[in-house]
């Protein structure tokens, strides 16, 4: 029987965590409003995919790993990034390409690397991290250790070839890796139930063996309580499991597509923002008393400067040296 | 002659070629209700409808197959690959399956294909989204590989590419979509295998294809203006078949070349067009051939150093001054 | 209500159809047995991989095709393409490389190819051939035809990515296609078990909504009765359709792979033998008083005389004149 | 020194290093259980268990991308294709993961990981099953490519391959496992980018690479017996990084030069090994360089064809006769 003590101690943690994932959600949220501004300004390049809808997926989930466990994404990585703890300054100076980003500038936006945080990349096509994920499940079970491995990627992924050639391996070989899907409901232009003849991605675990769950990706809490399961099935049982997680992109597939139009209605989008991540987190928290609206009001302001700090900080920083260009392309 | 963007210039080709011939058809990732991820397909959809027009998931290695198959039933399908960079997944079926199935079948089964898509660097795409496939696919017996540089070769090449009977690589570029030129309406076909001549000079032969076209045209005018020297600027537009005719034709007038690509330097297209000169122009030649490639190195996201990988009229300039000895 | 003259006169084309299925298999079982003959003499040369035990798969299920129908196949493929009606003459010639080949001698034993038998090949990529079928298929559809496309391939090319993109889209796209999956229990000298986390093929239907049947691959009557109801579905309401037809490779995975050994045991084997689909059928035959041990030797005593003829027809055949080495690499 | 088959020193190879680093672990179809399917690793799975010997499904893709995390995560994996055939279906997780992450991490994440199995036509296997991926492997930066020729360049080079911490490339041959050779016993190292003359000569450099070393001694002995002719045979065992010394020094005796290799013409090795002899030899070479190549076309089934199809040491003695003005 939990004591009244131990239990007010347990409210206290988990109203640190639900405060921490409301920050983290804002931070990213603001982070990529700034780079859309600054993208559209031409200080960031190439291709650049919003996170903006998305934020309860990275929060929730990252939020169950240890931090000697392993992450991996695809290009749209940017808040799976900054929800692991990569700087804010160090992910704005990647996408602005400079020498202090945490690709060194040659990765950008879709290569975002940072191996002290075990932040494995930013990867471009589609599926192709999916197999680098089990890799690194293998890895860890070959020298036996208790970590696991939370790879992310887009339901359109499940339509690629490999997704199915490593979901199937990652069950033969019993590794601990969280595969994440992160159902947005399209894949650029293209949605799901065009292109895919069973749209319930949990679906595939059947044939695969594999434990899965669908969950509600705009509720950051049970995105982290499904992870958590997830976790614990790869760390202690070494079981991979697929997570079906529904959420939705407020923005364009990237900076230069359309945010609605053929494919989508501008009614679709606004609709769903009515289910908003942030907004959802913060009522809750304000019914439980926890956060008033100043309070609410302070969080954003924190996250708003250190968003603008990050970009002062990408734009102070210099260009990589052009000897750069040859370094890197092989190791000693 | 009207005047039409490079991404025009294919899609009236493709719209010409449709309506010429009811087995053609179009299949890949958002060609259809997205218009294309670059437009190239832009009304398409509405005007030959959802069998003509395919939208498929991501699945390149098996949309790439699907369409051999269907050649192979004899219809005539262009798949679109959203960009080469992806295609590489989809290399077994058109290696494997589109290249050699009418030689193991001892001629019954021709595979009337083309395989089409964006290739080579855009801007600061880095290192996934920014290769050139030309040097790979035209190593391969069996296909034929085309890269144009103009609107009116864009037109004139898909169309011919279309009518072939062989599976054809159609190499198109990102940087090229937007690019302006005189396109002939209607009936224009360009053949495959034959380079042609876009800036006539006597000095030395700069040859190229696709967006090295502009880079070498540039780097003729400074050389033009800066040191007198009169360029020879030959687009190569196939790439295989080469027409090694037209290149020692000009080689045997200028006596120099630089060859200039987008692709890395190990084993590309220069390396063989290298190969080709000297092994038939050997005593033509006043200078070793010089080649201008990308940097050996996976593209950089960076800007400055994306500038510094890739092919530049002053890489070119400096080349040519070499094969001339001018430095 | 069926009159008894109409009854007698189904009853008689049943049993001419089992005749003729009997003599098919009798033809394969004979023809494979020579062909391994003539490997071990050295004049086949290169991969030759037997159809021994798997003869009730082809000579059922082809027999529920129309001649205007398309099959397609692997490397395993010779049973494949004499039940489909290629001439013995014209395999074995192949075999031999012989410019009489049914591929002119350039293709082999993995490549035989019959366009007039829509005969589509012999393919030697693993899974590389069943996106074909689906183009194929596709082909049909695109034409209004109401032809159906037969693809064989083996339980291995189950994990390989390309089967996955395939089915979604065959069942996307509503494809006339029969995806027939010989289990025969092993790629080569891997047990299916030990490298797929669901050994029930079938399953795999599930995430693709498509029709899917488990099928005695021993017993050629079973295999015909499924093969019908696919090809009625892809002929009628172009629906795919995925057959598991379990059976059992006799012989090694190909002439160079031992029969048995580290991956499978000679009792396996000898067990297996035990279910032979052509003895089975023969009994029937003997039970259903159709035929004697007199009919039964006197169509073995003709399968195996053609098949001497084949191999006679082969060995007194041509090389491809050298001209064809640089023939039909491209067409005009 | 001991006599070993190139099977066996390649096995020899691979246990000295899984007994050297725990970190090295073997991995793919049919090297377990099956003892490899042409027998390179037997006794492997029996010695270092099924952890470190891993059979897999059929799924190159899949199993090269796992290889490639499990290198990220700092493991020494060896990736074994049954043959290069079927490596073009992993070719995205070689070219876009195992040679672009360091990049693209900024040099935070090396790939130490070693791909390898049989490249190149063995006897009668027809199109599919009869290809040299050399050209292609070589093209892409980031990478490293060997083909060793003997039982010792076979060890010494895995070895080395192993312990490299970057992706390497390593093209054995279905035709050179059984053949023989002295191997050096224990750490016996041969380093990546350095060639080898097998046979030293003055008046022409015969080059040339797995397989070919064969053709090229045996056409080095009829033009030294017919002609007379004394032929330098260097063994470029690295195809990326060249050796460009060592092609240097030798044309710079001999003033002429054949380059030999399976792959076809278009944008093959050879095409490169010309381009840097005209370019830095040029004044050096008397002859243009030839090449002999695999014809330009799907490998044929028939043997007869096939015989034609190959390069030959006849074939290596007519071009040598070519560039020493003989006809
Ligand atoms: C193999 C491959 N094909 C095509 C592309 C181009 N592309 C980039 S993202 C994308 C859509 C992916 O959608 P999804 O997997 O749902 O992820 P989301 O963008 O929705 O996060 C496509 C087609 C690619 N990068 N890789
Ligand atoms: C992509 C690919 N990988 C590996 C091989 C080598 N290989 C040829 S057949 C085979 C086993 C296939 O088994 P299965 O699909 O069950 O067909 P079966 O041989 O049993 O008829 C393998 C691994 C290949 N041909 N293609
Ligand atoms: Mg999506
Ligand atoms: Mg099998």
């Known amino acids: 029987m939990v004591t009244a003590t131990a239990q007010a101690a347990s409210d206290q943690t988990q109203v640190e965590l639900q405060r921490r994932m409301l920050r983290q959600m804002l931070l990213i949220r603001r982070f990529e409003e700034k780079a859309a501004e600054a993208y559209a300004l031409g200080k960031i390049g190439g291709f650049c995919h919003l ?35 990569v700087s804010a300054n160090a992910v704005m100076a990647e996408l602005f390409g400079k020498a202090t980003g945490c690709s060194k500038g040659k990765g950008g936006s879709m290569h975002l690397f940072d191996v002290e945080r075990r932040f494995m990349g930013g990867h471009g096509i589609v599926g192709g991290h ?13 020298r036996a250790g208790d970590q696991v491995c939370l790879c992310y990627f887009g339901e359109a ?16 070989y019993k590794l601990p890796v969280v595969f994440c899907c992160e159902n947005n409901r399209y894949g650029m232009g293209t949605a799901f139930e065009r292109v895919a003849a069973v749209t319930d991605v949990v ?82 928290l304000k019914e439980d008393g ?21 970009v002062k900080f990408a734009e102070a920083s210099p260009d990589p040296d052009p000897s750069e260009l040859a370094t890197h392309v092989l190791a000693d | 002659m009207p005047t039409l963007t490079y991404r025009d210039a294919l899609n009236q080709a493709l719209r010409e070629e449709m309506q010429r011939d009811a087995g053609v058809f179009l299949m890949g990732e958002e060609v259809g209700v997205y218009q294309g991820a670059y437009k190239v397909s832009r009304g398409l959809l509405e005007e030959f409808g959802p069998m003509r027009v395919v939208d498929t998931p991501i699945a390149e290695l098996g949309f790439a197959g699907i369409g051999v ?124 295998g034959k380079a042609d001549t876009k800036r006539a000079g006597r000095d030395v032969t700069l040859i190229c294809h696709s967006k090295t076209v502009a880079v070498a045209l540039k780097a003729a005018e400074q050389l033009a203006e800066q040191e007198g020297v009169s360029a020879d600027v030959l687009d190569l537009r196939s790439l295989r ?64 150093l994306e500038r510094l990988a890739k092919p530049s009229p002053e890489k070119v300039v400096a080349a040519a001054r070499r094969v001339l000895y001018l430095d």
Request: charged share 20%; proline share 5%; net charge negative.
């Open chain 2, 241 to 304: 078949p080469l027409d090694e005719a037209a290149i020692l034709a000009s080689v045997a007038t200028t006596n120099r070349a630089v060859v200039v690509e987008e692709g890395w330097p190990h084993c590309g297209i220069g390396a063989q067009v290298v190969d080709v000169i000297q092994r038939e122009a050997f005593d033509q030649l006043d200078a070793p051939v010089l080649r201008v490639t990308q940097a050996d190195v996976p593209m950089p996201y960076n800007k400055q």
């Open chain 1, 130 to 142: 999916v197999p680098l994920a089990a890799g690194i499940g293998f890895a860890i079970k070959y």
């Open chain 2, 69 to 192: 198959g269907a050649a192979m039933a004899g219809l005539r399908p262009v798949i679109e690959f959203m960009t080469w960079n992806f295609a590489v997944l989809a290399l077994d079926q058109i290696v494997n399956s589109a290249a050699k199935v009418l030689y193991e079948s001892g001629g019954q089964i021709p595979v009337p294909i083309v395989f089409r898509g964006p290739n080579g660097a855009a801007l600061q795409l880095a290192a996934q989204h920014s290769q050139s496939w030309e040097a790979w696919l035209s190593h391969i017996p069996g296909l034929k590989v085309v890269a144009p540089a103009t609107p009116a070769d864009a037109k004139g090449l898909l169309k011919s590419a279309i009518r072939d009977n062989n599976p054809v690589i159609v190499l198109e570029g990102e940087m090229l979509y937007n690019t302006k030129g005189d396109v002939p309406e209607g009936e224009h076909l360009v053949p495959i």
């Open chain 1, 157 to 172: 992924a499940v339509n690629i070839g490999v997704f199915h050639e490593t979901l199937n391996m990652a069950s033969v």
């Open chain 1, 203 to 284: 679906e595939h675990a059947c044939s695969y063996d594999m434990a899965a769950e669908l969950v509600n990706g705009m509720d950051v809490l049970a995105v982290h309580a499904a992870t958590e399961r997830a976790v614990a099935r790869a760390r202690h049982g070494r079981h991979p499991t697929l997570l079906e997680v529904r959420t939705y992109r407020y923005m364009g597939h990237s900076m230069s597509d359309p945010l609605h139009g053929v494919y989508r209605t501008k009614d679709e989008v606004e609709e769903q923002k009515q289910r908003d991540p942030i907004s959802h987190l913060a009522l809750k």
């Open chain 1, 51 to 85: 996170y903006i809808g998305q934020e309860a997926v990275a929060v929730g989930s990252l939020a169950a790993l240890r931090v000697d466990d392993y992450v991996i994404g695809s290009y749209r990585e940017h808040g799976q990034a900054l929800a692991r703890g």
């Open chain 1, 290 to 310: 926890v956060l008033d609206d100043a309070g609410l009001d302070a969080v954003d302001a924190e996250v708003r400067a250190a968003v603008e700090a990050a």
